[in-house]
């Protein structure tokens, strides 16, 4: 009898050994990298697969924004490396910008994170790359509908190797193809999106007991609206007054050495310089560009005193010089420009306890303290779980001279009986006053507002049933304050001095989640996930709580992945989530006869909901087995729910259109109403491994 084995690598020495981490954080999510790019949906991309994991919203119109338990977007902080990196999606969601295939692991922390990170009130993506694999030279390149990329590895002497990747998109000539060929379509304005990203990767190991890395990394993000039919604004301003244009790109260089002093000890160092331009022009009437140059260092020092015990302190200071630069056209006519300097931080120190009393029992509690340099105002002496103000009934004097906000965070963990654990986690946090550069702006902002401050409280069971099947369930409690926010217009007839921003906005969010998973196994891997949450922000102008607009109550994904004979595998993703909140209209007002136009009867704002979303995305790929090298054909089929959209009830409006936003488009009269809502596409690519 002749047994053949086909391989699944071609790392002559590779061995690959599943199990289980210990875990230590109450609310930690660690993507399997090899699951995880099976997933429909994300192109293989392990960055994005953070959307389809409990606490976190839908997007909005399938776009790259994370809101993580009812926080904004700018609540969240990312991270490669433990640097802070400028954004870490291509614009619109598409892709992530850092190669997932150099990535060692992804980490996403959806609330009740410790005190090595700061300047978050929402969650933290930390995103680790991979040094290069030892044993030979190693390379792929990929090809799909949207974009092209490549990447190369290989050891360069015993010590030393290499990992190269590069991506560029197409997508402009793709919808220009089917806009224009396909669909036969002559549009008013010709879109053009435009993004390429980079990574190298060096990795050293001169002596024993020390590791070197230099990375560096760069993306670029360009998006043009391009209208023959508009000539307006002035030259002065921008030489193309017939488009809407945006650019972003960075360039970034990160350099790491690791170092175990000891058994017991060990330090990781960072130092980072990142180099950033965003630049937009709208035809002519308006111009800004900012520059920034930052530097970051994180020194991280772990002393394990004993099994009991360990202890972990450290550094993470940012130094963000920016320039900012504006130029508008303002309603008399005139030209009006602007340059501001900002120094952004913040300068933070921390330390934390790992404590083991018993085998089943870890206790984490840790302290924090951040400088912010780009506002001025006096910060607080104890960490702050409330709004402590001395003006309050029951309040106190807990001001300092300086822009401080220190923070106390403890978590814990008790395996009460085996493979059963409860787990909990409380502490305050705050961060910079967002938008950031334009909340604390000196002409269009205010510099002495305070840090945004908020109190997460967390608590879960984790239930491992099996070697491969877990149930985690939290529950969670979030207030905000001190949020800077426009002032309504009462506000400002009431006192025509104050600022363009104010600090007292305050929010509050809680939540249920369940995380159901099935590790990968022979044939298959997938998880269940559900969330249930309210997120609230104080209205001023009507004097009590109200819905935050990006609140969506129930969200529930399944994710689905088999393998099949014959080197193929199928995967599904199945989305169910209510609809943003929504101003109703309850048809027309009155008639217009001066300017010809109906005016509509709308409701209180935000007080009805969009009708809910669903989505039905479709993976299949095909691999075959060669000597050296690997072949994977792959298609995948998103929105296949939205070909509802183009069937028509009896009334002609469409049986089923998923809404991928806050609002419906009406007709002159509001008689009628479509959502916005995506298209049915099919992505095909091919992977050559070698």
Do not use: C
Not at 284 to 302: C, M, P, S, Y
């Amino acid at each position: 009898v002749i047994y053949r084995l086909e391989r699944e690598s071609y790392s002559e020495y590779e061995i690959v050994v599943y199990g289980k981490a210990k875990k230590k954080e109450v609310a930690k999510r660690t993507l399997n990298l090899q699951e995880i790019r099976k997933v429909p949906g994300f192109g293989g991309d392990a960055v994005k697969v953070i959307q389809a994991l409990p606490g976190v919203a839908r997007p909005f119109f399938g776009g790259g924004e994370i809101i993580v338990r009812g926080a904004g977007s700018e609540d969240n902080q990312y991270y490669l490396e433990g640097m802070t990196i400028p954004y870490i999606y291509h614009f619109g969601g598409l892709k992530s910008n850092y190669n997932s295939e150099a990535l060692q692991s992804v980490e996403f922390f959806p609330g009740g994170f410790g005190t090595r990170y700061g300047n978050a009130l929402g969650g933290v993506v930390e995103i680790k790359g991979r040094p290069y694999k030892k044993d030979r030279w190693h390379g792929f390149a990929d090809v799909n509908a949207f974009d092209a990329s490549f990447m190369f590895e290989s050891p360069i002497t015993d010590n030393t190797g290499i990992i190269v990747t590069a991506r560029r998109s197409y997508i402009a000539d793709v919808l220009s193809f089917v806009v224009q060929d396909v669909l036969k379509q002559q549009l008013p304005f010709t879109v053009v999106p435009f993004y390429w990203d980079y990574t190298l990767r060096l990795d050293i190991e001169p002596w024993k007991k020390h590791h070197f890395f230099l990375t560096a990394f760069g993306a670029k993000d360009k998006l043009e609206l391009i209208s023959t039919d508009v000539r307006g604004g002035s030259l002065e301003i921008d030489d193309e007054t017939d488009r809407i244009s945006t650019n972003l790109y960075f360039h970034m260089g990160i350099l790491g050495w690791d170092y175990d002093i000891t058994e017991q000890l060990t330090n990781e160092l960072r130092y980072s310089f990142l180099y950033l331009v965003q630049e937009l022009s709208a035809f002519g009437f308006v111009k800004a560009e900012a520059v920034g140059k930052g530097h970051h260092i994180r020194d991280a020092l772990t002393w394990e005193l004993n099994p009991q015990f360990t202890l972990k302190g450290g550094l993470d200071i940012l130094y963000g010089p920016l320039t900012h630069k504006m130029s508008s056209v303002v309603n008399t006519g005139d030209i009006t420009k602007d340059t501001t300097d900002y120094i952004f931080g913040p300068y933070g120190a921390y330390l934390s306890l790992e404590w083991k009393p018993k085998e089943n029992i870890l206790v984490i509690p840790g302290y924090r303290i951040d400088y912010y340099p780009e506002i001025d105002y006096k910060g607080s002496v104890f960490p702050e779980f409330r709004d402590y103000d001395i003006d309050d009934e029951g309040g106190f004097d807990n001001e300092t001279r300086y822009p401080v906000e220190p923070s106390l965070r403890i978590s814990a963990r008790y395996e009460f009986i085996e493979n059963h654990t409860a787990k909990g986690s409380f502490g305050n946090y705050s961060q910079t006053p967002k938008p950031l550069g334009q909340a604390t702006h000196p002409t269009w902002g205010n510099p002495e507002l305070e840090s945004t401050k908020g109190r997460q409280f967390v608590l879960g069971y984790e239930w491992q049933i099996t070697d491969l099947i877990s149930a985690d369930i939290q529950g969670y409690l979030n207030r905000q304050w001190n949020i800077a926010r426009f002032p309504d217009e009462k506000e400002f007839f009431q006192n025509p001095d104050l600022p363009p921003f104010i600090d007292n906005g305050k929010g509050k969010m809680m939540g249920f989640e369940l995380f159901f998973k099935h590790d990968q196994g022979k044939r298959f891997f997938g998880w269940l996930t559900y969330s249930l949450s309210r997120s609230e922000r104080y209205s001023y102008r009507d004097g009590k709580w109200a819905l935050y607009e990006r609140d969506i109550p129930n969200n529930a994904q399944l994710i689905a992945s088999y393998r099949l004979p014959y080197n193929m595998e199928i995967g599904t993703r199945l989305r169910y989530t209510d609809g943003y909140p929504t101003t109703p209209i309850y048809g027309p007002k009155l008639y217009d006869l001066t300017y010809f136009y109906y005016e509509a009867q709308s409701g209180k704002e935000n007080s009805d909901r969009m009708e809910p979303y669903v989505g039905f995305d479709l993976r299949f790929e095909k691999k075959f087995v060669f000597n050296n090298w690997m072949l994977t054909l792959y298609q995948e089929t998103l929105n296949i729910v939205h070909l509802l959209r183009f069937a028509k009830n009896p009334d002609g409006d469409p049986v089923f259109e998923p809404p991928e936003t806050d609002f419906y488009i009406w007709d002159y009269n509001y008689r009628h109403k479509n959502a916005l809502s995506d298209v049915p596409r099919t992505s095909v690519g091919i992977l050559a491994e070698f």
